[in-house]
C-alpha cells in the first residue's frame, strides 16, 4: 500500500498569498483588518504577516459573508470562541443562522409570488397577441 505523505501547512502567509488562496483582493484583507476580523503581525519593515489562525478566520469569513452574514454578525459569532467558548460560540451562530433561515423562506415566497404573477402577465400578453393577429 503507497504511503501517504501528508502536506505539512504553513505557519504564516503574506497578504498577497492569502488574497490569491482566497481569491480576493488584497484591499479586502486590509478592510477585514480594519474592522478587527484580523490581527497580523508585522515584520521590522512594517509587511503583515498572517498566521494560520488569520488564514483560519478569513475562510470563516468569506464562508460567513456567502451565507448572507453581515460582518458584524461575523465578527460577533468568531469572537465568542474566545470570549465564551466553543459552546457560547455554537449558539450565537445558531441563532444567527436560524434568522438567516426565516428571511430565505421570506424571500423564496415572495419569489414564488413573483413568478406566479409573471406567469400570469405571459399569459394574458400571448393570449392578446393571438387576438391581435388573427384580426390581420
Do not use: C, H
Not at 59 to 69: A, S
Request: glycine share 4%; proline share 1%; aromatic share 6%.
Amino acid at each position: 500500500m503507497p504511503k501517504k505523505t501528508q502536506r505539512k501547512e504553513r505557519e504564516t502567509y503574506t497578504i498577497s498569498e492569502l488574497a490569491r488562496e482566497f481569491d480576493i483582493s488584497t484591499r479586502t484583507i486590509r478592510y477585514y483588518e480594519e474592522l478587527g476580523l484580523l490581527s497580523p503581525e508585522r515584520t521590522s519593515g512594517n509587511q503583515r504577516i498572517f498566521t494560520k489562525r488569520d488564514k483560519t478566520r478569513l475562510k470563516l469569513i468569506i464562508r460567513g459573508k456567502r451565507l448572507g452574514f453581515s460582518l458584524n454578525e461575523i465578527k460577533e459569532m468568531i469572537e465568542m470562541y474566545d470570549v465564551a467558548g466553543e459552546t457560547e460560540q455554537i449558539k450565537l451562530t445558531l441563532k444567527y443562522g436560524e434568522k438567516k433561515l426565516k428571511e430565505i423562506e421570506e424571500k423564496i415566497k415572495e419569489l414564488e409570488m413573483l413568478r406566479e404573477d409573471m406567469l400570469s402577465i405571459r399569459e394574458i400578453l400571448i393570449k392578446r397577441l393571438k387576438e391581435l393577429e388573427s384580426k390581420k
